[in-house]
Every structure is written in structure tokens, then in C-alpha cells.
């Protein structure tokens, strides 16, 4: 699964990993988060982040 990069802190989302204090569970990709899903470190939104090389 495509790992994505928060472009203000460089926070990386794992979709293996999901973002469990948030209720995110493991195997959740991406563009399956909910819209209002925020970075966990710096609160910028999904389109604050890009794909990983």
C-alpha cells in the first residue's frame, strides 16, 4: 500500500500501520480516510499530504 508524507511536517502515513489513537485501523488506505482526518502531528489536512516516492 502507498505510504503518503505530510508536506508541512513530513509526517508519514502507513496504511499498514493505520493511525490508531485516531481510530484508524490497521490496513486503512489513504484515499479510505475519512475527509475531516487530520495529520496526527501537526493537524494540516489529507491535502497537505502526497505520495511517497
Excluded: H, R
Excluded at 10 to 26: H, K, L, Q, R, T
Aim: net charge negative; hydrophobic share 30%; charged share 30%.
Amino acid at each position: 500500500m502507498q505510504k503518503y508524507v505530510c508536506e508541512i511536517c513530513d509526517c508519514i502515513y502507513d496504511p499498514a500501520v493505520g493511525d490508531p489513537d485516531n481510530g484508524i485501523e490497521p490496513g486503512t488506505a489513504f484515499e479510505d480516510l475519512p475527509d475531516d482526518w487530520t495529520c496526527p502531528d501537526c493537524g494540516a489536512g489529507k491535502d497537505s499530504f502526497a505520495p511517497m516516492d
